[in-house]
Structure formats: structure tokens, C-alpha cells
């Protein structure tokens, strides 16, 4: 017998009812799940069961988000060094900085997680492994740690547990953890001064990322381009910016993954990609400023800021998400439509992502309503 | 003959389907009614133990129509009357041997005396011969209504169901009986109709029922059941009133109206794991599982009826009246090492998150939960495995909320039970058991006086 098992069946009757320990249950259930998946012997039919299971479904997506982690540590720290270090100097550099990030996020979202789950009596949910692990992607590095606890901690109890947990929650947890630490603390995550790691004895280093240029006149793609942000740079994302967000590419790679395994639904990534195009094309034949990001077309749209990341992991949450196939299109959309907006017409937000889909998440249920009348009105009436 | 458009069906493939080979067994000791699959009748027993029975011997009937009744399958003495919660009976169990007055026949009808027969004096026959319980009636699959004739009468010959009888198996030298079957069903209804599997054409058409069948559907579960077959044909409301019948029910209905015998034998198809070869056994309907899968290692326990709508039945149990197959499956609590990080080239999943999705290969299966139940994430995969186009997860939430209206429209109702929800659903939320349960609750809030 494998030997962990045996010092679970040991540790067994402290957590059960009437136990020692019998109030730390949720997390010891947690712990020992997480090691041994159960499969009971089912009561009803259907008998059989397919395999998947949410814990499953959710180590997929943190196998899709891991690339875009490791890169974002890397990311970091090569902006630090100015890309003069060695690769693994980068790296260490880079994660010793986001690590403390992932870890506090992870801490004190669990803590909420299972303080939670022990009050209600039901289990520790997967979905915080996600929650905890996309909070920190959408943070610039040089966030205090103090903060991203505060962050998470809403997004967890504001966000998810007021409503009821997992399956209930209206908003995104980690958008909403984010949206609370951007108002509350602007300082912290927005300017020029946030996205890149001070080197020793300097305040900070004031490094734009491409979405704050534009609107001095001049046109804005040349603009883009000569302040160092060409198109491949931007995809491949050695840039400064959120720790997960630079890498369009590798968040693609992640989406295709998903998509590919339908943990995701390719109709909210590929209806959110289709709106960009369309918007951004709209907006550049308009006659509009040619200084801004009205101007700066569908590629520029599509790679630059968060978009890669929060099309591919924040609105694919299903939760949030409507739960119509033509819904998802719609949703899918409209999040591409009004990042494009945002970014465009809006110069006090110069990121449109995070409130577009925070935005969406609110009428997901609203498209949700419309569409099922609109199903059941075609089927031939059964009642 | 036409094709039907295709449905979403169930992929994966399972092994130890039965072969098409018959092998027919001696005759078991007992053999019982077991009225499990009619969901809303209250039955009212009209027999005691010791009592001697004969095959059509009247057993039990519904309280809400006394002429309603359940017949016995066997000649014998009653044995034992086996009740579960609420004291339901579960089983009438009959030990086969002496009778009382030898077998309850009729006078053989044939097909023209059939077509001149009275509407009302068929069906008042059938229900007397204990036939009635057998024709569901859609949307509850209930007993029949008698008052008016059926908009349809769907026979689907095979449901798609893997461990599913073989019709070219049991319609083999009983075409005559089929087609009697079919006249009484005719005379019933507006219109019938006979599907089959597109694999299982060519044999039925030597047999030369070519001319019966009037739809083939796709070879995958659940394209045949006979509620997706509806759903596809339908017309108009006025359809969803229909009625269908189990082929070998239909055969044996034809046989006794043919030769004024009752048909007491059925085919099964065993299935899974167990330790004779999985393939179809011929003997006494309501014969004892044990009877028809024979001895089952220490972990495995018998799923009777489909692998995915049947349910587990103890081995010293019969089985159901109208199902005919077994399936033998593992069924201990199991764990799995860091479950949720293994490739799983070896797993059966209908999603593409494990390695064995890749391939095509049939894959091994148990009856047991893998995971534990969590909330629902709207993920939406029920819906992508509905053959009949339902929202799972939004008629669920629903009835959450103490609706009624909403679920029916969005067509609660034509829900066939078929089980796919439930098998794909990541939170391992039993979506089946919900539905069946709303279309229950449906059911009392409007049917039952």
C-alpha cells in the first residue's frame, strides 16, 4: 500500500466527527483528496461515470496558465536586468520577486477559502487554485505584498463567498480582486512607474507600456513602434506590464490548449478575438484622432495590454460566463468590442480589459435570459 | 425508409460488448415480476405466498385503473413477495413447478378478426393479458391513457446502447409474431413507426423487414431511444402524446395474439466483465441475475437494463420486466493516486482532457463516481451531449428555484432520461435524477387527481 495512504488512514478518525481535530475537516478533506481522488461506488443510474472531474478541469487551466507564470518571472526579471543578465540570473531575479506574490495570494486566498468552507460545512473548491494563481498575473511586479493580500481577500469574500461559493459568484473573483486593489490603490497600479522593478538606489523606473502612448499629435502605430513596441516584440512580450500579461503569444498557446480540450469555450476566446478585429477596423476607417489607440488597428489591439490574458483565462471562466452557446458568441463579443472602446475614447483608463469583462460578467445573465426565450421558442411546445 | 438527421450521441467505446451468439439456458428455479420500470403506478397485490400461479396469471394491478394488470411470467408457487422502501413491492418471486390449472390461454386472433375487433374491446384484451403495462406512453412514460388513439407508436428496434439485445438476434424466426405485434400496435395508433440502427440494416433486411422499418437512425446512444426518435419526428404538439414499445414486448404481445400462448421466453445480452463469455443467453423472462451472468468475482456488482439508464441489482435479484440486458462492472470504492495528474491513456472520458481521447480504442469501465460532487461551473457540457437539445444545467437551476413553468418551456418534458448529462458532468452532479425528479413533480402537480 502506498504509504501515504497509510498515514491517512491513521490521521482518519481525528478529523472525523466527534474527532480532535474534527474542525480543521475541510482542510485535512482538502489535502487528502488532493492526493487520493475519491470514486465511491455510485448510488443511481447512470452507474457509470465519465472520468473528468473538477479537479481535473481545473488543473488543466493551471497547466495552460503555467507557461504564462514561468514567462512572466522570466519577464521580470529581464526587464530588470535590461536583458543584460544571464537567462537563469533573469529567471531568479524575476521569481523571487513574483514568487512572494503567488504565495500571499495562494495564503490568504485559502484561508478565506477554508475558513469559509469549515463555517458552511461543505468542501474546499478547486476554483481558488485558479483564482489565486490569475490574481498575481494581473499585478505589476512592483505591487506590496500587503495589498495583494487585501486584493485577493475581497475578491475571495466580496467576490465569490458572499454570493454563495463556487458556482454562484456573478463576477470574475480574480478580475474583482484586481478592479478593488486598482481603485483602491491607483498609485500602485497605474502610471509609468509600476511596471518594472527599481534597480538598487532608484526610486523607480518610469517605463510607459504601449497602451499609455498616444495623444501627442503624430500617428499613433509609428508612434508605437518607435517607442521600441513593434508587433513582434509586443506578442512575444519581452515588455514591461503585468507580471502575466506581456506574453501574447504564450496566452494564445494556453487558449489554444484549452480550447482544444474544451475546458474553455472556443466561442467566448475566438468571439472576443473577432470583436477586437471588427472594432478596431471600424475605428480606423472612421474618421477619428490618428494620435490615439483609435487609430492603432485590430494586430496592435489584439497583442498589446491584457487582452490575450483576460480573453483567455479571466472570460472563459464559465461561472461568470452565460451558459448559452449563442450567448457565449455574444459575450465573447461584446468583451472584444468594449476593450477596443475603452481603450480608444476613454483616456482615463488607458487598460480596457479587466472593467469590459467585469462589465460582461454583469449582463452574462441578462444574455443568458434572452437566449434561452429565444431557444424555447423554437422547440415544439411539450407542456 | 428515411434517415434522421443526426443527434449529439456518446462517443466512447466500452468493452465487453456481447456478442450477436445466442446461448440458450436451462430453465432457472425462480423466476419473478418485477414491475420496477413503470414509474408512476400504485400497485395493489393480488396474490399471497404459497399461492399456486400459472403463466398469465394476474399478480398485481394499478390502483388508479383495476383493469390494469400485471401477469405472472411463470407457472409455480409464490415464493416469496420482495417489498423495498414504503413497502412497494419490488418482486414477486415464483418457484417454477406444479400449477393449478395449466396455463391461462386465449383464443388465437388473427389479423383479419384483429382488424374488425373493436378499439375499446383490443385495448380492455390487452389489459386483461397484462400487455398494457407494457406500452409507455410519452411524455411521463406512464401506463397508457386508453380515451384516444396514439398520434404515433414508435418500435425502435435498438437504442444504441452498446450492451443493448441484437435485433437481428431476437427477431430471428419470429417475424410473423413482429408483424402481429406491429397490426395491434397499428390499431392503436395513427401511425407507426420502426426504426433501426444503421448497422443493423442489412441483417433485418434478409429477414426480410425492409418493408417495416421506417426510419434507421445512427448507430451511437441514444439515437434510437425512442423519445430522441420522437423528438426528431414530431410535428406538432399533439405529437408528444405518443406511445412506444420494447421490440421483444412487441414480439411477445404478437406471439400470444397469434397462437393464443404466452411468449415466456426473452433474449439478454450479458455484458462487461463477467465469467462467461459476454453474449446473448436465452431463457425465462424474470429470470435471476445469478441465472444469466453466473458467478461474479468479489468486487463486481450487476447493472440490469442499460449501462446507462439501468441501475445496480443484487445478484440473488431478477430481472426487471422489459429489461434485457446485464452488465457486469467493478464496483468497490475506489481512490486513485494524484488522480487529477495522470495522462490517462487508459481512462474512458467522452472529453478530450485525458489522453485516451486521442485514440479510439475500447476502454474498460466501473460503476463507481471518479471525483466528488461539487457545485455546478455552467460549464455547459450536459448541454453538449443532449440528443434532445435540452439545457441541463438551466432546467437544474430552475427547479432550484422552485419553478415550474420555466423548465417546461424550455422543454423539461422531452427529456428521455437517457442518462449523458449525469455521465459527462465534471462536478458530478446527478442531472438525470433531477430531471427525472422535476418531470415527477410535474407529473403529480398535474396528472394525478
Redesign the interface.
Known amino acids: 500500500m502506498n504509504p501515504l495512504k497509510t498515514v491517512f488512514k491513521k490521521t482518519d478518525p481525528y478529523f472525523q466527527q466527534g474527532g480532535r481535530f474534527s474542525r480543521f475537516k475541510g482542510i485535512y478533506a482538502a489535502t487528502r483528496t488532493f492526493f487520493f481522488l475519491p470514486s465511491p461506488v455510485t448510488q443511481n443510474a447512470p452507474h457509470v461515470r465519465d472520468h473528468i472531474d473538477l479537479k481535473r478541469f481545473m488543473s488543466l487551466v493551471i497547466l495552460a496558465l503555467l507557461p504564462v507564470t514561468l514567462f512572466g518571472m522570466f519577464n521580470v526579471g529581464y526587464q530588470y536586468h535590461g536583458g543584460a543578465g544571464s537567462l537563469l540570473e533573469m529567471f531568479i531575479t524575476g521569481a523571487s520577486h513574483v514568487l512572494p506574490i503567488i504565495l500571499v495570494s495562494y495564503g490568504v486566498g485559502f484561508f478565506w477559502e477554508i475558513l469559509f468552507a469549515s463555517v458552511r460545512g461543505h468542501e474546499v473548491t478547486e476554483g481558488l487554485l485558479i483564482t489565486g494563481l490569475l490574481f498575481p498575473l494581473t499585478l505589476p511586479p512592483t505591487i506590496p505584498l500587503w495589498q495583494v493580500a487585501l486584493g485577493i481577500s475581497f475578491g475571495v469574500v466580496m467576490g465569490k463567498e458572499v454570493f454563495g461559493g463556487t458556482g454562484r459568484n456573478l463576477l470574475n473573483p480574480a478580475l474583482t480582486a484586481r478592479a478593488f486593489v486598482f481603485f483602491s490603490y491607483p498609485a500602485s497600479m497605474s502610471g509609468n512607474a509600476v511596471w518594472q522593478l527599481p534597480a538598487p538606489g532608484v526610486d523607480a523606473v518610469s517605463s510607459a507600456t504601449a497602451l499609455a502612448l498616444g495623444g501627442t499629435g503624430g500617428n499613433i502605430q509609428e508612434m508605437i513602434f518607435n517607442a521600441g513596441f513593434s508587433l513582434d516584440r509586443l506578442f512575444f512580450g519581452l515588455i514591461p506590464g503585468s507580471i502575466g500579461e506581456t506574453s501574447a503569444f504564450l496566452c494564445f498557446v494556453g487558449a489554444i490548449f484549452l480550447m482544444v480540450t474544451r475546458v474553455a469555450s472556443f466561442r467566448i476566446i475566438l468571439g472576443g478575438i473577432f470583436g477586437v478585429i471588427t472594432t478596431a477596423l471600424i475605428f480606423m476607417v472612421l474618421p477619428g484622432p490618428t494620435d490615439t489607440w483609435f487609430s492603432a488597428g485590430p494586430l496592435y489591439h489584439l497583442f498589446s495590454g491584457g487582452f490575450a490574458l483576460g480573453i483567455s483565462f479571466m472570460a472563459t471562466d464559465p461561472v461568470s460566463a452565460p451558459g448559452t452557446d449563442s450567448g457565449r458568441w455574444i459575450y465573447g463579443f461584446l468583451i472584444g468590442f468594449f476593450t477596443v472602446l475603452l481603450r480608444s475614447v476613454n483616456p482615463a483608463y488607458v487598460e480596457g480589459v479587466m472593467l469590459s469583462i467585469l462589465f460582461m460578467n454583469v449582463f452574462a445573465p441578462l444574455i443568458d435570459h434572452v437566449t434561452l426565450k429565444i431557444t424555447a421558442a423554437r422547440r415544439i411546445p411539450n407542456v | 425508409m428515411k434517415r434522421l438527421k443526426t443527434v449529439k450521441t456518446f462517443h466512447s467505446k466500452f468493452n465487453g460488448v456481447p456478442e450477436a451468439t445466442v446461448t440458450p439456458l436451462a430453465p432457472p428455479e425462480t423466476v419473478a415480476l418485477v414491475p420496477v420500470t413503470a414509474p408512476f403506478v400504485k400497485l395493489k397485490l393480488l396474490v399471497r405466498e404459497k399461492d399456486l400461479v400459472d403463466v398469465g396469471t394476474p399478480l398485481l394491478q394499478d390502483k388508479r385503473d383495476p383493469q390494469v394488470l400485471f401477469v405472472s411470467p411463470g407457472a409455480g408457487t409464490v415464493e416469496a413477495i420482495v417489498r423495498g422502501p414504503r413497502r412497494v413491492v419490488q418482486e414477486i418471486v415464483i418457484r417454477l413447478g406444479q400449477t393449478s390449472q395449466g396455463p391461462k390461454e386465449m383464443a388465437p386472433i388473427s389479423l383479419e378478426s384483429l382488424d374488425a375487433m373493436p378499439r375499446m374491446k383490443l385495448i380492455q384484451l390487452l389489459k386483461q393479458r397484462g400487455i398494457w403495462p407494457f406500452i409507455r406512453q410519452f ?1 411521463f412514460m406512464d401506463v397508457p391513457d386508453s380515451q384516444s388513439p396514439f398520434p404515433m407508436a414508435v418500435v425502435s428496434l435498438h437504442c444504441g446502447d452498446p450492451f443493448a439485445p441484437d435485433p437481428s438476434v431476437f427477431l430471428k424466426d419470429q417475424q410473423a409474431s413482429f408483424l402481429h405485434g406491429l397490426a395491434i400496435l397499428g390499431k392503436l395508433s395513427t401511425k407507426v413507426i420502426v426504426t433501426t440502427p444503421q448497422r443493423f440494416l442489412p441483417p433485418l433486411k434478409i429477414m426480410g423487414l425492409a418493408e417495416q422499418i421506417t426510419h434507421v437512425t445512427q448507430d451511437e446512444y441514444p439515437a434510437g431511444d425512442p423519445g430522441v426518435i420522437l423528438y426528431q419526428i ?4 399533439a ?2 402524446n405518443s406511445c412506444t414499445m420494447d421490440p421483444q414486448e412487441l414480439i411477445a404481445m404478437g406471439h400470444l395474439f397469434a397462437t393464443g400462448h404466452y411468449q415466456t421466453k426473452r433474449f439478454y445480452a450479458v455484458g462487461g466483465t463477467p465469467e462467461r463469455i459476454p453474449a446473448h443467453y436465452h431463457t425465462r423472462m424474470g429470470s435471476p441475475v445469478k441465472h444469466l451472468v453466473g458467478d461474479l468475482k468479489a468486487d463486481n ?1 450487476v ?1 440490469t ?1 442499460g ?6 441489482t443484487p445478484v440473488e435479484g431478477h430481472m426487471g420486466a422489459g429489461l434485457s440486458s446485464a452488465i457486469v ?1 467493478n ?11 495522470w495522462p ?1 491513456k487508459k ?8 489522453v485516451s481521447s486521442l485514440g479510439s480504442a475500447s476502454l474498460n ?8 460532487e ?8 450536459c ?1 453538449k451531449k443532449c440528443p434532445v ?1 435540452l ?1 441541463p ?2 432546467i437544474m437551476k430552475a427547479m432550484g428555484a422552485g419553478e415550474m413553468e420555466e423548465p ?7 427529456c428521455t432520461g437517457c ?2 448529462c ?7 452532479i ?1 442531472v ?2 433531477i430531471m427525472a425528479l422535476s418531470k415527477e413533480t410535474c407529473y403529480r402537480e398535474r396528472v394525478m387527481p
Open positions: 411524455p414530431k410535428k406538432s404538439a405529437d408528444n456488482g447493472v437494463g449501462v446507462f439508464t439501468g441501475s445496480l462492472l464496483a468497490t470504492d475506489k481512490d486513485f493516486f494524484l488522480g487529477f495528474a490517462g481512462l474512458l472520458s467522452e472529453s478530450r482532457t485525458f469501465m466501473d460503476a463507481t463516481l471518479h471525483g466528488e461539487r457545485a455546478c461551473i455552467n460549464c455547459g457540457w448541454d437539445d439545457l444545467q438551466f417546461l418551456e424550455l422543454g423539461l418534458l422531452d442518462g449523458l449525469t455521465f459527462v458532468c465534471p462536478s458530478k446527478d438525470a435524477a
